[in-house]
């Protein structure tokens, strides 16, 4: 699960990397995750992480403008088995699969952080 591990590298990271990562987490399931029910499950991994709903045409205009499968209605709604890593241009540079380490997260984040694209 990426928000387990990726919550575990930032606490790993100095706190200069740390400090300059944003992790948004875009629900998939708008009608079960309202904004309550996304912060208490997003605290579990992070108070940190960024959580954000809205209604369906939102979120399906949020998943074609990053170019992600729009979920299919499926009541045993899956999040995206993959993470986009955007830097300060507004451009996704990585997309990370599910089964990533946190070793690649803690390799990469500082890399991503000192980038030219974060500039």
């Known amino acids: ?5 990726v919550a575990s590298a ?8 740390a400090d300059r990562v944003k992790v948004v987490f875009v629900t ?11 912060r208490t499950w997003l605290d579990h991994f ?17 998943q074609t403008a990053a170019n992600v499968p729009i979920a299919n209605g499926d009541p045993s709604y899956e999040h995206s088995a993959f993470a986009l890593a955007y830097t300060k ?3 996704a540079h990585v997309i990370y699969p599910s089964g990533i380490k ?8 500082p890399l991503l952080v000192k980038s030219s694209w974060a500039h």
């Open 1 to 5: 699960m990426h928000m387990a591990v």
């Open 46 to 62: 992070d108070k940190h992480i960024i959580g954000l709903t809205g209604d369906e045409t939102a979120i399906q205009a949020a």
């Open 10 to 17: 930032l606490r790993t990271l100095p706190a200069v990397v």
């Open 102 to 109: 946190q070793t690649d997260w803690i390799h990469d984040l």
């Open 28 to 38: 998939t399931d708008p009608k079960r995750d309202n904004p309550r029910f996304l």
């Open 89 to 91: 241009d507004n451009l």
